[in-house]
């Protein structure tokens, strides 16, 4: 029976496969499913890889995170190279990482709290209370107190799911009503106490606080948020679509995108303007077909999944005019603002784009027409566009010429595909991201305050 066969490659069999399926053979199977193009995209990748870690992590026996830290990036260096240009499997590893060291740091400050330099609490003059040790859980460490003023004190870099509307964590405080049951003044058989009067040796730190936590548990739950971000970052951006269309406007939009589709629907729930959606050929034009007007193809390659097919632009009472690419300039001139998605954004505030729009993007510019690019965090990657080639991927030719047309491309040396390019940072105007509105200008904050300096370069 059909419902009886597996499913094809991709991301739903990585995923079943995930539950019973060893380690090191997942491992592999992602690696073989990203090679081969079985899954590709933003979020199809960073879902995948972020799946493949929390495994990871569960499984990996290390009595200290930094036994986790290098078993992660080993991991993480072969999913990289199975594919160099999703930029968003480097980033996942990265978070990942940096919620590693936050704990580890966690740990260390929590196991020596301020001490003398011979390991035991300063003696307190006759007749006054010690100061409580500071909970772990509410210290800052230098890099957070200089570097990401964002971060709050929950042991691990503050994730953006928090934005969904759960009220953040708030540093433990100890109350002067409770300072006789605090630890330090606590009197337990076969320990002295700090403050005991004639005392002359006092507590030593290990048993003053002693972490008791599995650190691998506060790693899950962090993997476990990164995860719910993926799942909701497009309705967060798209939360923003009231402040950034106005009615009666003129959007020019390219290709297809999950993210635009929602912004777009959501200013609609308010706002009537008209969508102008450029049909992006050869490599996404059916898959616009599908989105503008709700009709599906039969294409595997170009056909929406459940998740992405929500409701055709024209059932949600937006005008749409669906042109080919070799009419963008001249429809240029009717527009208000050019919405593009971004599949990653480079530290400098390049974007890495569907093949065509950085055609759209010199047009807006020419007829000085704002650029806004959606981009959700996980797709801000701290890596620098030294060589603007290395971010072009290419794709299956024969959707430029077929295989039958071959003998009309006799001396040619190549034919190429491109599915991606690089558009400069020039060339854009804003960023919607899921904290909102972010300029240009101070896009290489945002980016670099997703990650640890320490795991930049994996």
């Known amino acids: 029976m059909a419902s009886d066969l597996p499913p094809p490659p991709g991301l739903a069999s990585f995923r079943a496969l995930l539950p019973s399926g060893p380690v090191e053979k997942s491992i592999e199977y992602l690696i073989s499913l990203l090679r081969r193009r079985q899954i590709r995209g933003p979020k199809e990748c960073a879902l995948a890889t972020a799946w493949l870690l929390r495994k990871?992590?569960?499984t990996t026996r290390a009595s200290e995170p930094g036994k986790l830290i290098t078993r992660v990036q080993e991991v993480g260096k072969k999913l990289v190279d199975a594919a160099p240009r999703e930029l968003t499997v480097g980033n996942i590893v990265r978070r990942v990482l940096g919620a590693i060291r936050e704990e580890e740091e966690n740990r260390d400050n929590g196991s020596t709290p301020d001490t003398t330099p011979g390991g035991s609490i300063p003696p307190t003059p006759a007749g006054e209370l010690p100061a409580p040790p500071i909970p772990a859980s509410a210290m800052y460490s230098?890099?957070?107190?200089?570097?990401?003023?964002?971060?709050?004190n929950t042991g691990r870099p503050v994730l953006l799911s928090q934005q969904t509307g759960q009220p953040p964590l708030r540093p433990q405080v100890t109350s002067m009503f409770s300072i006789i049951s605090h630890p330090t003044m606590r009197h337990s058989?076969?320990?002295s106490s700090p403050i005991r009067s004639g005392s002359s040796t006092p507590m030593a730190t290990s048993q003053?606080?002693?972490?008791t936590t599995d650190f691998r548990a506060e790693i899950l739950e962090a993997i476990t948020e990164i995860v719910d971000e993926l799942d909701q970052a497009d309705e967060l951006v798209a939360g923003y679509a009231l402040e950034h269309i106005a009615p009666s406007e003129t959007v020019f939009t390219y290709s297809t995108s999950t993210v635009v589709q929602r912004f777009l629907l959501k200013a609609a729930s308010k706002r009537k303007f008209t969508v102008i959606q450029a049909e992006s050929y050869p490599n996404s034009h059916k898959r616009t077909h599908a989105t503008t007007m709700g009709v599906k193809t039969t294409d595997d390659e170009d056909e929406l999944d459940s998740d992405a097919f929500q409701k055709p632009l024209i059932a949600a009472g937006i005008t749409v005019l669906l042109i080919p690419d070799s009419a963008i300039f001249a429809l240029m001139s009717r527009a208000n603002k050019v919405i593009i998605a971004a599949n990653s954004v480079l530290s400098n505030g390049s974007v890495v784009a569907a093949a065509g729009s950085k055609?759209?993007?010199?047009?807006a510019r020419f007829h000085r027409v704002p650029?806004?690019?959606l981009a959700e965090t996980y797709k801000l990657s701290p890596l620098y566009p030294y060589d603007p080639f290395e971010y072009v991927d290419y794709g299956d030719v024969q959707k430029v010429v077929e295989w039958q047309d071959r003998e009309m491309i006799t001396g040619l040396?190549?034919?190429r595909n491109p599915v991606s390019e690089l558009v400069e940072v020039e060339d854009?105007?804003?960023f919607v991201t899921n904290l909102g509105g972010v300029s240009k200008g101070f896009m290489y904050r945002v980016v670099r305050d997703q990650y640890r300096d320490e795991d930049l370069e994996l």
């Open 359 to 363: 055609a759209l993007v010199k047009a």
């Open 142 to 152: 230098s890099r957070d107190a200089s570097h990401s003023p964002a971060r709050h």
């Open 413 to 415: 040396s190549a034919v």
């Open 371 to 373: 650029v806004i690019v």
């Open 208 to 211: 003053v606080l002693q972490p």
């Open 189 to 191: 058989s076969g320990v």
């Open 428 to 430: 854009v105007d804003l």
């Open 56 to 58: 990871v992590v569960s």
